[in-house]
């Protein structure tokens, strides 16, 4: 039985429509990576399943289901007085130094306030703050999306060693389609409409990718042995 | 029974203390204007607590209540930023206010004068504050989540609407219970400066909760002994002295 089934669901904010009839489902400890050009519904792909976006169709989560939201930015002011530590007990009372050490993070991190972090730290402490809460669905948007390569890298490690250790199923919203390969057992193209949905070597032809971001753009694919 | 003189200095202490904690949170998500916004829409209730002589305290609690639902009901309908619709809302209440309060009295309804409590009115004052500072801290973890992200609050199980609406009454609870002691026009600065300056030097939301009631507190008591020497109005004595320390904490930024 698959932890997330998604029936015919439609978003719109006003009159403009942001999702329209996508439906798919994901099994446990599986990853889905969310595709598509900038505008087209990811985001709120997401926070409708997290249930902040009013939508209409299904969207059914296994029972008992819970779930970790890992933003792509968080708003917070960096001269908000608020400590790592603090921040993570937010989210669990206890103590939160096994979560900050999953995501290689020393302990002396539980200090520092959360504006003096840099991005890709702060971006750790956001999937360390989402896996307290012991998700069984991990729900990422970007979580690249202000680091730099190297960064990137570990990044997605961490996520890929995190869904290992714990079976939890994946969504993940990404720009970059080699990561797509390399960690996705399924590719969800979206551009408001569903374009596609299957393993990402036999749905993402030349010709899908030129109908989701239009044109005729070349798109590379990177083997990696 | 407490004497008179030092009622005021606990009453205008304890007003303080919750303005500042209140304060604290608003300032996480820039509602630093909602305060004002909303000692406006108190104006009416107390125009007819004068005209109809009923206890002010209640007047501007039924309007605050009403007027807090309304913004929270608008906002979640339109989308609009709520300080667009607060800003609607409180140059409307001012406007009505203005109109039915009695020319005598406008001056004490927009400044406020903590001197002249009656014994009800401390103690509705006193309590009052206890009642928000408790709510406060019994709420302070999920209050500070859903201020800063109601995302997350929501993928941590919270309901990030109803926080907000709860919050939003706890303010105009605390509006209605500072009105008195530095009026409409200057409620604002009660629930703003004290955060604003503890913001500025803590280091942890613990510090800056409890440095911001700290600051409120030193700033009404300041405030009251200022206006007993030099026969000022309490109410813009305690904004002078609490917006110098303001304009000191910004040289010890972190």
């Known amino acids: 039985m698959p932890i997330l ?53 299904e969207v059914n989560l296994s029972q008992g289901t819970r779930i970790g939201y890992v933003p792509q930015k968080i708003d917070l002011e960096r001269d908000l007085p608020i400590t790592v530590k603090e921040f993570l007990i937010l989210r669990g009372r206890a103590v939160p130094e096994g979560a900050l050490k ?11 306030r959360i504006g003096e972090l840099s991005s890709g730290e702060l971006q750790r402490v956001l999937i360390a703050w989402a896996i307290i809460g012991h998700p069984d669905l991990l729900l990422c948007d970007e979580p690249t999306a202000s680091v730099d390569m190297a960064g990137q890298k570990t990044v997605y490690e961490l996520l890929h060693k995190l869904q290992d250790e714990h079976k939890l199923a994946l969504i ?45 753009r070349k798109f590379y694919h990177h083997a990696h042995s | ?60 609690g039924v309007f605050l209540v009403l007027g807090t639902l309304g913004i929270w009901a608008v906002e979640h309908k339109t989308k609009l930023p709520v300080d667009t619709l607060v800003g609607v809302f409180f140059t409307l209440a001012l406007a009505i206010g203005a109109l039915i309060t009695p020319e005598e009295e406008i001056l004490d309804a927009l400044f406020g004068d903590i001197t002249q409590i009656s014994q009800l009115d401390f103690w509705l004052a006193a309590i009052g504050s206890l009642v928000i500072m408790a709510l406060l801290l019994f709420f ?42 530095v009026g409409a026009l200057l409620m604002g600065s009660l629930i703003i400066i004290p955060a604003a300056t503890s913001r500025n030097i803590a ?16 700033g009404a008591i300041l405030g009251i002994l200022i206006s007993r020497f030099y026969g000022f109005s309490p109410g813009p004595a305690f904004v002078l002295f609490a917006g110098s320390l303001f304009f000191i904490s910004i040289f010890f930024r972190r």
């Open chain 2, 203 to 218: 280091r942890s939301m613990n510090q800056y909760i409890t440095l911001s009631a700290i600051l409120g507190i030193l």
């Open chain 2, 1 to 60: 029974m407490l004497i008179p003189e030092l009622q005021i200095f606990i009453a205008g202490s304890l007003i303080a203390a919750a303005g500042g904690m209140l304060g604290s949170f608003a300032l996480l998500r820039r509602m630093a204007l909602v305060g004002d916004a909303l000692s406006h829409v108190a104006l009416p209730g107390i125009a007819l607590g004068i005209l109809l002589n009923f206890n002010l305290f209640l007047g501007a």
């Open chain 1, 102 to 112: 999953a995501v290689d993070l020393a302990p002396s991190f539980l200090d520092k």
């Open chain 1, 172 to 216: 993940l919203i990404s720009h970059d389609l080699t990561v797509v390969y390399r960690y996705a057992d399924k590719v969800l193209c979206l551009n408001r409409k569903q374009v596609c949905f299957g393993v990402p070597d036999e749905v993402l032809t030349p010709t899908e990718l030129a109908k989701l971001y239009g044109g005729d």
């Open chain 1, 5 to 57: 089934e998604i029936k015919n669901l439609n978003a719109r904010y006003g009159e403009q429509i942001v999702l329209e009839n996508i439906s798919f489902d994901l099994e446990k400890g599986d990853t889905l990576a969310v595709v598509g050009p900038n505008g087209s519904g990811k985001t709120t792909l997401l926070r409708a399943i997290l249930g902040a976006v009013r939508h209409t169709g």
């Open chain 2, 140 to 181: 302070a973890r999920r209050f500070t989540l859903s201020l800063i992200s109601p995302d997350l609050a929501l993928s941590a199980g919270f309901r990030p609407h109803l926080l907000e609406l709860a919050f939003l009454l706890i303010f105009a609870l605390t509006v209605a219970v500072g009105i008195k002691f």
